[in-house]
């Protein structure tokens, strides 16, 4: 573990055993703690996967794992659309191939109880349920499609920098 994914993961742990949302430090609770950068949609399932699974870092990264495997899925099903099934594998192999640039690879931000999983698992998973809600003219799904976006966007502010505008080009 590294320092955010610890200061993350007491917001995980204060949730799990305490039943507070925030984190503890020497100063006592800090509730809503913005240190953490992380969301609800990334904070809860931990706590959850802490609680059933115990104190360790499987149970502290399963949550990431998961969520990875949902980016992917995700990826797989916007490619399958845009393109058909043969280049949509091509397109996640190739994601997860890719090799890391300054450390940072879908596999590396995969594995690490981080909020950049939940993030992008949410928000292309939000891109894949607009595709379908587009396609069906289903108000309910394009609903569906936006707040899924927003718990990802929710779970790294910052990924609202370069999101909101590119939904608003296209």
Same mark, same amino acid.
């Given at each position: ?7 993350k993961l007491? $917001? $995980? ?5 305490d ?5 503890y430090?020497v ?9 953490t ?12 996967a ?5 104190n360790s ?11 990875t495997l949902?980016? $992917? ?29 300054d ?6 931000m995969g594995r690490q109880?981080l ?17 379908y ?6 108000l ?6 936006g707040?899924l ?22």
């Amino acid at each position: 573990l590294w320092f955010d994914e610890g200061y993350k993961l007491n $917001a $995980a742990f204060t949730v799990a055993q305490d039943g507070l949302y925030g984190t503890y430090t020497v100063n006592g609770y800090v509730p809503f703690d913005p240190g953490t950068s992380g969301g609800p949609a990334d904070i809860l399932p931990t706590a959850l996967a802490l609680k059933l699974f115990g104190n360790s870092i499987f149970a502290a990264r399963l949550t990431s794992v998961l969520y990875t495997l949902l980016a $992917a899925f995700s990826f797989y099903q916007i490619g399958r659309y845009l393109w058909g099934e043969v280049i949509a594998l091509f397109c996640v192999l190739l994601i997860i191939a890719v090799p890391p640039v300054d450390q940072v690879s879908f596999i590396l931000m995969g594995r690490q109880s981080l909020s950049e999983a939940a993030t992008l698992s949410l928000s292309v998973l939000g891109i894949w349920v607009l595709i379908y809600a587009w396609r069906a003219h289903s108000l309910s799904r394009s609903i569906l499609s936006g707040l899924l976006m927003g718990l990802g966007i929710l779970s790294k502010t910052q990924l609202g920098i370069g999101l909101i505008p590119a939904l608003f080009v296209v």
